[in-house]
Each structure stands twice: as structure tokens, then as C-alpha cells.
């Protein structure tokens, strides 16, 4: 049990430093990477669940699908936003063009 809480709190320190070195114009397309990674899982996660009867197992599944498309739908999210502070601010057609 030791090993294995020692080895969580090493990931989480090496995983801090690995994303705080990452410029900024990367972390969107490391966004779009983690988020087909997190459409697997969620994949992975439903056919998993399908495929049992014990209603554990079932109660299991249905809280790892449910993690999964809250993770997946808001990594989208926020790789929307990080694209939206890129992006040019267009005029409204209905603002008047000024001289």
C-alpha cells in the first residue's frame, strides 16, 4: 500500500512539472490529444460496462462513463476557450464601419 501511495505522489510532482514547463501555444493541441484519449476511455468504459451483470461492477461502469464524458466534454471546453482567445475579434454587422 506504501509503494503504491508513494508511487500516485511521485506522478502527481512529475506531472506538475512536466505541464508547468509547457509554453502556452502547445497546451491547445495537448488539449486535443488528451481529449481522443478521453474518448477512448469513455469508449473502453461503455463496453466494459455492457458487458457484465454484476450490479456492482454495473454501478462501477456507470460512474467511469459518467467521469468520462464530464472529463472529455470539458476538455472541449476548454480547448474552445484557449481557440476563442486566439481567434481575431470580427466587427458586428451591425456595428456602424467608422471613417
Known amino acids: 500500500m506504501i509503494e503504491l501511495l508513494t508511487i500516485l505522489v511521485l506522478s502527481v510532482f512529475v506531472g506538475v512539472e512536466v505541464i508547468s514547463k509547457v509554453s502556452s501555444t502547445l497546451h491547445t493541441p ?3 490529444g488528451a481529449n481522443a484519449i478521453h474518448g477512448v476511455i469513455l469508449l473502453g468504459a461503455i463496453l466494459v460496462t455492457g458487458s457484465t451483470d454484476d450490479p456492482v461492477f454495473v454501478g462501477l461502469g456507470t460512474l467511469a462513463i459518467v467521469l468520462a464524458t464530464v472529463n ?10 484557449m481557440l476563442q482567445m486566439f481567434s481575431r475579434k470580427r466587427p458586428r ?3 456602424k464601419a467608422r471613417p
Open 72 to 81: 472529455m466534454v470539458g476538455g472541449f471546453v476548454v480547448t474552445d476557450r
Open 30 to 32: 495537448l488539449m486535443s
Open 93 to 95: 454587422p451591425d456595428a
